[in-house]
């Protein structure tokens, strides 16, 4: 086989004719002065290349996104920089004030990313209403040099318009190195007290090369000196102090601050007495001592508005970064992300109003301003207890016994570049969350989503399993409980990530190779677009692990078919999830939604199979578009199967729907039917070919008693007994994922001119579109938050605040075209 395939625009047509042959590759070789001889390792070097250049634009940003505002770079034990700061009003409550991890209700009248582009930078906004004060971070890049460029940021306080005249801030910028290397404070301005103007740290370690790391003087006012006798601390001053760390507390850093704190306090106090105390922004500072260590705090004091600037600046690079870059720099790139925001993720009628521009774009910078890199060792439990294997009746028993029993392992240390749920509440990689973050980004940045996936591949052990949840290292664990940190290898998970594999094959095949002078020229264009042969290869290379995982899949996950007399077209397609209890089945992602009960052996779960589907077609078109054609035979083949046995094996002829299947108490095969979004799980995955069965999908999702709500579908009919019921997760709210798959098969239908129901599908599509976006802008207007799932009678956002992953797929929906119905009724005469 070639390595040379045709470019895009001939991909796909059956009937080449010599002449058109031809032409494919003159344009495939246009992209190579090398003759094609050298085809092989020269694609190989291209992705390399590529995979260079974008590691270089993406070795720094806000990756620490458990944190108002972290930088690092994606390298497992590096420099890292951080941020506090707290009002220093009184003595007691200055503790509770201080800010540094994302939590949720701690007095945050919202926060994030207003523009954020992974490639350049962006500015962030945080509402601290809690401390009086807007702080605003805007994070540049600059590339050049060696070692994945500089960058900079601007630290901005503006008081709220409750706050005193003389608010008093206290603001703590923070560097961090783990691993091999220095960073230390250059001692030329040091004074004993403080420093009076900028601060300089000189660094080096082996992948960064060496740099300076510039803290400015900035501007603002300091509180004076009231106090008669308590001098050592000049406000004006910068205060730095230098702490080594064992590298496993590094990043404790609010804890290592209070200990230093309290202990300066505790001097003091004695020194003054209670009653004759200096003011509390002057106790509340770390002692000026600069030198050498892991950790250096850098402290300044403001009375009213302040802005400094953070200056890393890579000694590669051709010039040092100074504040008049920043200044430049911030202005272009929100100029710039406008401008391409407008081409890509414009909201579309009824939406063109500014209001819903401005929610789009945020709602998309805190997908991407999300995105994060772990490093850390995770826990496993390998003891492949036959327990887990789930055959047995009264097998969750077993189950829980040998997860009690089994000791789990530390494996790894793994590295991980995600994009995250929930900055306070999620800040970790979620497998299934993950393809459906990708969507909007896709569009956006191919390259970048091309990176994340490859890193979750990079995860996945022998057997073909990838951990559901990835809680790396101990800053990780430290947000989760125990009982939910082990991993086990026969747990799955909803494959999304096979959405951007589909979508990146359809783009392979739809691009005519760009010429666009953007693309060549930008450095947000695709460069695998750019260049087909690389792009192939990167899927060569990625097909032996998607089939591995695929493989996987079909073994662990495989149900029952021949035992219980089911009639169905194929006797291998059907699949029941592993990790049931009688409550919950985690590993579905639909945690609490009403299965069978009580568990069985026998069941089949019809939204597994609906997944499996698709992650059969996805299979099928890219080893169709390697020209893996043995490959192609057998994924068709099963595919197939999979679409005749969602009918045979899940259609309900009584309840005119989908449903789960389960084994009675006379061992006869039966069905289960919660309506809800299970039942919608093959239209919603492109399985449902029959006419009818269309039509009563979507009568169930059209039906104001069933799923249909004024703001999205909701998780499970009104008229279910669990309706509202127990944990009430997926049980009625309104999720933005399984509504945008919704949407999108809506779009479909209505403009598919063969299908009889397309002027319906229209009208739901219309109106669920402006429901959901309307819904979500709503609650963030009110809040300044989007939320983890939606109230499906009020609207109100609930459970976790600032999520900001699959919730931010309404930037999608939003730049999705309105179908006029007039086009609809005109195609049907
Ligand atoms: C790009 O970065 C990833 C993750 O840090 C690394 O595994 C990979 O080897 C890098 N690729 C190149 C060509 O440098
Ligand atoms: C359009 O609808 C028809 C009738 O339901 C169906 O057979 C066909 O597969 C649909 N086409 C696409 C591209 O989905």
């Known amino acids: ?65 458990n944190l108002y505002f972290g930088v690092r770079p994606r ?95 206290t603001v703590i910028s923070y560097a961090s190195l783990e691993g091999l290397g220095t960073v230390a404070p250059k001692d030329d301005n040091e004074e004993e007290l403080g420093y009076p103007g900028d601060v300089n740290f000189l660094g080096q370690t082996p992948e960064l090369g060496k740099f300076v790391l510039k803290v400015t003087k900035g501007k603002g006012e300091h509180p004076a000196e009231e106090h008669p006798e308590y001098q050592k601390k000049p406000l004006d001053h910068t205060f730095v102090h230098s702490f080594q760390v064992p590298e496993q507390a590094i990043w404790q850093v609010k804890n290592l601050l209070f200990a230093h704190l309290k202990q300066n306090v505790e001097a003091v106090v004695k020194e003054y007495g209670q009653d004759h105390m200096p003011p ?26 302040f802005e400094f600037d953070v200056l890393y600046s890579s000694a590669s690079a051709p010039n040092e970064v100074t504040s008049d870059v920043v200044t430049e720099e911030i202005d272009a790139i929100t100029r710039d992300f406008s401008k391409r925001y407008d081409k890509i ?96 980004i896709v569009d956006w940045d191919i390259d970048l989503t091309l990176q994340i996936i490859k890193s979750w591949f990079n995860l996945m052990d022998e057997d073909g399993w990838i951990a559901r949840e990835q809680i790396l290292g101990l800053e990780a664990r430290s947000k989760v409980p125990p009982e939910f940190q082990v991993q086990y290898p026969h747990y799955a998970n909803p494959p999304t990530l096979f959405f951007i594999l589909s979508a990146f094959t359809e783009k392979l095949k739809s691009e005519v190779v760009s010429t666009d002078q953007e693309t060549v020229a930008g450095q947000t264009g695709s460069l695998y677009l750019q260049n087909h042969a690389a792009a192939v290869q990167y899927l060569k290379d990625l097909y032996p692990l998607l089939k591995r995982h695929y493989q996987w899949f079909r073994r662990t996950q495989q149900g029952d078919i021949k035992s219980y007399d089911r009639e169905a077209f194929s006797s291998k397609e059907g699949y029941r999830w592993r990790g049931r209890t009688p409550r919950h089945i985690l590993t579905s992602g639909l945690d609490d939604y009403p ?31 390697l020209d893996e054609d043995d490959d192609v035979a057998e994924f068709s083949k099963s595919y197939e199967a999979v679409v005749r046995n969602v009918d045979d094996l899940h259609w309900s002829e009584t309840h005119q729907t989908y449903c789960d299947a389960t084994v009675d108490a006379y061992d006869e095969s039966t069905l289960v ?16 070919q029959s006419p009818d069965r269309l039509a009563a999908v979507l009568d169930l999702l ?105 919730t931010s797929l309404v930037a999608k929906i939003a730049a999705m075209p309105e179908v006029k119905k007039a086009q609809v009724a005109h195609d049907e005469l």
């Open 1 to 65: 086989m070639t390595p040379l395939r045709a470019p895009s625009g001939f991909a796909g047509s059956s009937a080449r004719s010599p002449m058109a042959l031809l032409a494919c590759i003159l344009a495939a070789l246009a992209f190579f002065t090398t003759p094609l001889v050298a085809a092989s390792a020269d694609t190989s070097t291209a992705v390399k290349e590529i995979e260079k250049a974008t590691n270089a634009s993406l070795l720094w940003g806000p990756y620490k996104p």
């Open 75 to 169: 390298i497992p034990k590096s420099l890292a920089v951080g941020l506090l700061w707290a009002k220093v009003e009184d003595y007691t409550s200055v503790q509770h004030n201080f800010r540094h991890t994302c939590e949720q209700n701690e007095g945050m009248a919202g926060y994030g990313w207003d523009v954020f582009d992974p490639r350049r930078g962006g500015r962030q906004t945080i509402h601290d209403a809690g401390n009086q004060i807007d702080i605003s971070t805007e994070f540049v890049k600059i590339p050049g040099g060696e070692h994945g460029g500089s960058w900079a940021v601007r630290v901005k306080g503006t008081p709220r318009p409750d706050a005193p005249a003389d608010l008093k801030t």
């Open 280 to 305: 509390p922004e002057q106790i509340y500072t770390i002692i000026n001592k600069p030198g050498m260590g892991s950790l250096h705090l850098v402290q300044k004091v403001f009375e009213g508005p």
């Open 345 to 440: 993720l414009k909201p579309q009628a009824p939406f063109d109003d500014e209001h819903y521009e401005e929610f789009s774009r945020s709602l998309f910078s805190n997908l991407v301003g999300g995105i994060g890199y772990f490093y850390g060792d995770e826990v496993v439990d390998r003891s492949n207890d036959p327990a887990y294997e789930e055959e047995d009746e009264g097998f969750w028993e077993a189950a829980a016994e040998a997860r009690a029993r089994n000791e789990p392992q530390l494996e790894g240390p793994h590295e991980l570049f995600t994009s995250i749920p929930s900055r306070p509440f999620f800040p970790r990689g979620f497998l299934w969350d993950e393809g459906f973050h990708l969507l909007p």
């Open 595 to 625: 299965r069978a009960q009580p568990p069985h052996p026998g069941e089949l779960h019809v939204d597994l199979l609906s997944w499996m589907g698709m992650m059969t077609r996805s299979m099928r078109d890219i080893a169709s578009f």
């Open 673 to 688: 039917c919660h309506k809800g979004y299970i039942s919608l799980f093959p239209f919603l995955l492109g399985l449902v």
């Open 702 to 806: 059209a039906d104001p008693d069933e799923l249909w709500s004024d703001h999205g579908i909701r998780s499970l009919s009104k008229r279910d007994p669990a309706y509202g019921t127990d944990e009430n997760y997926w049980r009625s709210p309104v999720w933005l994922n399984i509504n945008y798959l919704a949407v999108a098969r809506l779009f479909d239908v209505a403009n598919n001119k063969t299908n009889p129901h397309r002027a319906r599908a229209a009208t739901l599509y219309n109106d669920l579109r402006r429901n959901l976006v309307d819904t979500v802008f709503e609650s963030w207007q009110e809040t300044g938050f989007a939320w983890e799932q939606y109230n499906d009678e009020t609207g109100k956002g609930q459970r976790t605040q600032h999520f900001t992953g699959w």
